[in-house]
Nanobody, 120 residues
């Protein structure tokens, strides 16, 4: 089994910063892509940012220039540094990872989600 544990969510004022982390553990040989998604009440879950094992990143237009995704391969951990936060960033943030366990065994896993609330 593979588990993803998120941390770092909370309440922050507009214009402030918050850092999220997500650590993967379990039967892991390597992790390909990792990413962050978010879902606000009444909205669909949307991609925030992704990062490959080689460090290639992709961001949603709404967070470009404000958010930074990074990872520590040795720790199987992905981070999301969120700066210049806006009220519109309020959502539950979910971590995702494409995990390779061994030959013929792989899967996509999700964290339980962490609430980020930005006060205006």
């Amino acid at each position: 089994q593979v588990q993803l544990v998120e941390s770092g969510g909370g309440l922050v004022q507009a214009g402030g910063s918050l850092s999220l982390s997500c650590a993967a553990s379990g039967s892991i040989f390597s992790i390909n892509a990792m990413g962050w998604y978010r879902q606000a009440p009444g909205n669909q879950r949307e991609l925030v940012a992704t990062i490959t094992s080689g460090g290639s990143t992709n961001y949603a237009d709404s967070v470009k220039g404000r958010f930074t995704i990074s990872r520590d391969n040795a720790k199987n951990t992905v981070y999301l540094q969120m700066n210049s936060l806006k009220f519109e960033d309020t959502a539950v943030y979910y971590c995702n990872a494409h995990v390779i366990m061994d030959w013929g065994r792989w899967g996509a896993y999700w964290g339980q989600g962490t609430q980020v609330t930005v006060s205006s």
